[in-house]
């Protein structure tokens, strides 16, 4: 019986019958399928037949997984790759072509931005960073051209959310694509497709999987057609997902709507916390009252996710005392998984940038990301208190 309630479709979906009743899907270490006969291979090979022939083409544990989250997306069909950057490459490689134009968040995951600014402009595709929050930034940079636009909501690291409804309309009139990185929420939390987006796709190897222990992508369309087309760029690019992966991901899916609610339930306590503490100066996360797009928010999620992001009002330093001295926080990149994690990206993953380029990409000295686990909160906040008390600052500060 097929449910329409998500923790349900968590469990069963993509289950398909396989040989002896397993209850979940076999791992089909497999890198190639006998055929029973020349005439059996030429039909597979013409489509005439279902059937699997090589695994970068298909194999029936990745299919699990891939009809798993097309189900939970409320998607068509979806095609897993071999991490979130696999995936946003087949997608933009499937949809350009020389002389194109792109319109992307200002506010996205890094290397996002290095592949349409290092690889694809190579190959005269231009794209504009512009604050996508802003419908009227967006009109303003529309082009002939625009062939698609590119949101992360929530963004990575500042959690800005974009109104995916209103931008759908945009795209509507000028015959673009919209392409949602749906990795901060999940589709437990945010369905992107509902709200007119006409490709969703994630970096699996967070929240989707949940369990810090795979690295892995995929993308969710809501037709035959785009699928078919992706499908044929993803088998002569090559970056797909293995089935031990998919396996691994499948499992983690089974519990994404229970851990979506312990890391909303946790990361908003941990966030009104920060709020309160005199050593923050601004908090951003979905759930707080204080987030500049908290009405766009409500109106797309089911919850309010676990991410957050905050300033020290320390600046640079006390972002260093701050990593220096947490015991319970794992100090990592990476968000998503069952355990909490922190970073702060001036120190860190940014540090060899230098303070200017970090202005300018909008990462200040005091930024710090989290990534709330499923641990019991308290032990949260305990840990930053005490490492909070380790940051010199002047008295008037404080008060
Ligand atoms: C991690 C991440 C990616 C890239 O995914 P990989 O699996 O590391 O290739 C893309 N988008 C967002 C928002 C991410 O957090």
């Avoid at 696999?86 to 592949?115: E, M």
């Avoid at 303070?355 to 019991?376: C, D, K, Q, T």
């Avoid at 840990?383 to 002047?394: G, L, N, R, V, Y």
Wanted: glycine share 8%.
């Amino acid at each position: 019986m097929k449910s329409k309630h998500l923790d349900s479709i968590c469990v069963h979906s993509g289950i398909d019958n396989y040989e002896f009743g397993p209850v979940v899907p076999p791992i089909y270490q497999t890198s190639t399928f006998k055929f029973e006969s020349t005439e059996h291979g030429a039909s597979l090979f013409k489509g005439e037949q279902k059937g699997h022939i090589y695994t970068r083409m298909s194999n029936p544990t990745i299919e699990a997984m891939e009809n798993a989250v097309a189900a939970l997306e409320g998607g068509h069909k979806a095609l897993g790759c071999a991490s979130g950057m696999a995936a946003i490459h087949t997608v933009f490689t499937s949809l350009l072509k020389a002389g194109d134009h792109v319109i992307c968040s200002k506010a996205v995951y890094g290397p996002t931005v290095t592949l349409l600014r290092t690889v694809f402009s190579k190959f005269d595709i231009r794209t504009d960073f512009i604050d996508t929050t802003d419908l009227s930034e967006i009109e303003k940079h529309i082009t002939d051209t625009t062939r698609v636009i590119y949101i992360e909501s929530p963004a990575n690291p500042t959690l800005d959310i974009s109104d995916l409804e209103a931008i759908s309309v945009i795209k509507d009139r000028i015959g673009a694509k919209l392409v949602v990185d749906n990795t901060f929420m999940s589709p437990a939390l945010q369905q992107p497709l509902n709200f007119g987006v006409d490709i969703v796709l994630h970096s699996m190897t967070k929240f989707l999987n949940g369990h810090a222990d795979v690295v892995a992508g995929i993308i969710v369309v809501k037709d035959e057609k785009t699928y078919q087309d992706m499908r044929k760029v993803l088998n002569q690019t090559g970056g797909v997902i293995d089935p031990f992966n998919s396996f691994l991901v499948h499992r983690g899916i089974k519990t994404l709507a229970l851990r979506m609610e312990k890391h909303s339930q946790n990361a908003k306590i941990l966030a009104e916390y920060l709020e309160s503490s005199p050593y923050v100066k601004w908090v951003r996360y979905p759930g707080l009252k204080s987030h500049p797009q908290y009405e766009t928010g409500k109106k797309q999620h089911r919850n309010d996710g676990g991410m957050i992001a905050f300033e020290l009002r320390g600046g640079f330093k006390a972002g260093e005392t701050v990593m220096n001295n947490v015991h319970f926080f794992q100090l990592a990149v990476s968000l998503g998984g069952v355990e909490s994690l922190i970073q702060h990206p001036a120190s860190m993953t940014h540090f060899s940038m230098g303070p200017e380029a970090r202005m300018e990409a909008g990462i200040s000295e005091g930024l710090v990301r989290v990534s709330v686990g499923i641990e019991n909160v308290e032990d949260m906040i305990e840990d930053i208190e005490q490492a909070f008390a380790k940051i010199e600052m002047p008295q008037k500060i404080i008060a």
